[in-house]
């Protein structure tokens, strides 16, 4: 079925200062850290940011870095971050997250602009002590939150925060897909950072609590499928997240259910990434029961460009510019904490109050926006 299509749009370069990539007085160079499946992505797009001058591949594994020469210059290839930094003035890291801390620290102590890969680290306390250095040191330190730099996500966002769909009553995420199976972290530092940042993005919130469910199927230590549920108890909104290595369907869904209007953000369908569904349920009092309505289904336009160059260019931008990014390190903490009580959750089986981990500080909250005080709904 055909879907109408309005005239609104939404353009995720636009919400960034220099999102136009404005290249910088002088150029920049930057090192990659980790050239696997993520890190290959990040070497073709660094390469064609406006104002990167040069960009090195930086991998212990000799086969890999073989791999990137067609992508790579005569003499930019290293096996160690320490050989690489004096060739550098920046450093995107796409390694296992047990590593983003230790050469986190190695790069922002050296004065070089770090771009880390979620999650920030794998606990708050590592976030932290990332943020301290850079501070310290006056560089840039940005998190990979790719979604937030999505244009669809955008358009949910503003959706969600002028109210178009009415009252918020919850959002739900799916992330599923059969493996990748990883070696060193379960499906929720792996899949679940992508939802946590989208539904604090989307909400201009940072959840209170959280509960955590999760099953070891085919792994003794680590889980494969997991279920979160996020109080965002300040505006009275639950978010709702599943995650998992072990399904015969790949799914990134956003669903946001207001008392207007539902939409959905589907990262699969890049012909309709988001749909605007016309229905709701209101409690009849003439007849004591609910009433349903069933309005059209429309598709906005989406001025859609890969995230990740939105991304590295807002990274460039930030560097030059002294802007704070997007997805600084405070946004990376965010999530990180949220993580990290999801853990905990899972080894004690209980709701977990955020105040439990590591402390949030308040530069944590800045730039997050809060939808307008909701009605009071009433609810069965």
Known sequence: MGSDLQASSSDSSEHFQGGGGVPPVQPI???????GYWGSKQLRVMRSTPGVSRVVAIDARLPLLSGMSHLLSTGAGFTSLEAALPHVDAVVIATPPASHVPLGL?????????????????????????????????????VGHTFEYNGAVWMLRELVQTQELGDLYYLDSSRLNLGL??????????????DISIANHVLGAIPTSV????????DPVFEDVAH?????????????????WLDPRKVRLIT?????????FD????????????????????????QYHHGPVTSPVVRFEEPLAVQARHFVDCMTTGAVPRTDGANGLAVVQVIEAAQIS???????????????????????????????AVRA
Do not use: C
């Open 181 to 194: 199976y990883q070696s060193d972290v379960n499906v929720i530092f792996d899949l679940a950072p992508h």
């Open 267 to 290: 990262d699969t369908n890049v012909e309709e990434r988001i749909r605007i569904h016309d229905k709701s349920v209101v409690r009849s009092a003439e007849n004591k029961g609910m």
């Open 106 to 142: 190695a790069a922002i102590r050296a004065g070089k602009h770090v771009l880390i890969e979620k999650p920030l680290a794998t606990t708050a306390a590592g976030a932290q002590e990332l943020i301290q250095a850079a501070k310290e040191a006056g560089v840039t330190l940005m």
């Open 29 to 35: 160079r930057v090192g990659v850290v980790g050239v």
């Open 228 to 244: 979160l549920e996020l109080g965002y108890d300040d505006i009275g909104v639950q978010a709702h997240i599943h995650v998992s």
């Open 211 to 218: 509960r955590a469910w999760g099953q070891r199927h085919l």
């Open 256 to 264: 946001a259910v207001g008392s207007k209007k539902m939409a959905v």
């Open 346 to 376: 899972l080894a004690q089986e209980r709701k977990v109050l955020l105040s439990e981990v590591s402390g949030l500080p308040d530069s944590a909250r800045a730039g997050l926006v809060p939808i307008p005080a909701q009605r009071t």
